[in-house]
């Protein structure tokens, strides 16, 4: 099958995700993301290369939207669409098999499937041990006015996707209110307010880091 030439952008995520750079850095930004798209991930001296006399300046803020692996960097909701576009379209053409040909398809993916169960099956068996921590994350999860899943699975994806999860884990409630009241104040200034990101995207992107103008 030949590469998938697009992947679905939302451009309310866009904006609240680049909300506070510049026009310079948003620009590198879709360079980076497109450049993830048609090659995969990227070392630090390819994105150099291709921000060229821009790299300077837009690095230090991009760097965060990406996750380094091995010396390899990659934007995580990225590669989030391209899977989800994947698998929709795998899903479209197992519809269009016959019963024949299902069945040989069913047999090649199912150890693949089991593969990708295995990690979050770990998880899962160590959730026991975490319930303090689950129950203070579910008072955060309560609180999020985006669109969320089930809280095992909301807790599930926290865990697997950051290693200093107990420590942020801390912090996040009182993140989320700053975030609440730094975007009243930006209603009150009657500027732009995006609509919340869905928690999983807002979790796996780090975004409780993430510092709100209010006066621009």
């Not at 098999?97 to 993916?109: C, F, G, Q, R, S």
């Not at 008072?139 to 999020?144: D, G, L, T």
């Amino acid at each position: 099958m030949s590469k998938d030439p697009a992947f679905l952008f939302y451009p309310g995520d866009w904006l609240g995700g680049t909300m506070g750079m510049t026009f310079e850095q948003k620009g590198c930004y879709l360079e980076l993301l497109m450049m993830q798209f048609n090659h995969g991930k990227f070392t630090e001296l390819q994105a150099k290369q291709a921000l060229s006399i821009c790299f300077d300046n837009a690095w230090p803020m991009l760097k965060n939207k990406f996750i380094q692996e091995n010396g390899y960097y990659y934007n995580e909701r990225l590669q989030e669409e391209v899977n989800r576009r994947k698998n929709y379209i795998e899903s479209r053409r197992y519809a269009g098999l016959t019963p024949k040909k299902k069945k040989a398809y069913a047999k090649h993916t199912h150890k693949r499937s089991e593969n990708e169960n295995e990690d979050e099956d770990i998880v899962k068996s160590k959730k026991g041990n975490y319930k303090g921590e689950k129950e203070m994350f579910d008072v955060f999860r309560k609180e999020y006015p985006g669109t969320k899943r089930g809280s095992g699975i909301e807790f599930t994806n926290f865990i697997k996707k950051h290693a200093d999860w107990k420590e942020v884990l801390q912090i996040l409630s009182q993140r989320l209110q700053y975030q609440k009241e730094a975007r009243q104040l930006r209603k009150e200034n009657k500027l732009f307010v995006p609509e919340w990101k869905h928690l999983q995207t807002w979790i796996n992107q780090r975004c409780w880091e993430e510092l709100i103008n209010t006066e621009e």
